[in-house]
């Protein structure tokens, strides 16, 4: 009598063990996984939608407008007839966006 009431025992309480490790795995998804792999879609879409003219800021801080768009690079002009190419990752904004954010 005893044995089967502990085996009932111990049954039941592996699960409320796992229980709060699958919490925090479906919380760290939520609020850490998720929400990174929705900002890596967009900036992704967004430099596939990027042209040449647009005016943008690479990783390093440089500020510059696209003149010419290879398959997996851009030429930039930074000013002064200055040109540098640039991998299409390296570019972080667009300029446009970076100027609204330094006035609000």
């Known amino acids: 009598m005893i044995s089967t ?8 309480g592996g699960l409320m063990q796992f ?13 850490m996984i998720r929400p990174q792999m929705k900002k890596q879609k967009d900036h992704k879409k967004y430099i596939e939608e990027l042209t040449v003219n ?3 800021v690479t990783t390093a801080g440089i ?3 696209i ?16 040109k540098i190419r640039f991998d299409k990752t390296a570019v972080a904004l667009d300029a446009s966006k970076a100027a609204n954010a330094k006035t609000a």
């Open 5 to 12: 009431i502990l085996l009932q025992a111990a049954s039941g």
């Open 19 to 31: 229980l709060p490790i699958l919490l925090m795995v479906v919380v760290f998804y939520f609020f």
């Open 54 to 56: 647009s005016k943008v």
């Open 63 to 65: 500020h510059g407008r």
């Open 67 to 82: 003149v010419e768009v290879g398959d997996t690079t851009f030429l930039v002009d930074v000013g002064n007839g200055v």
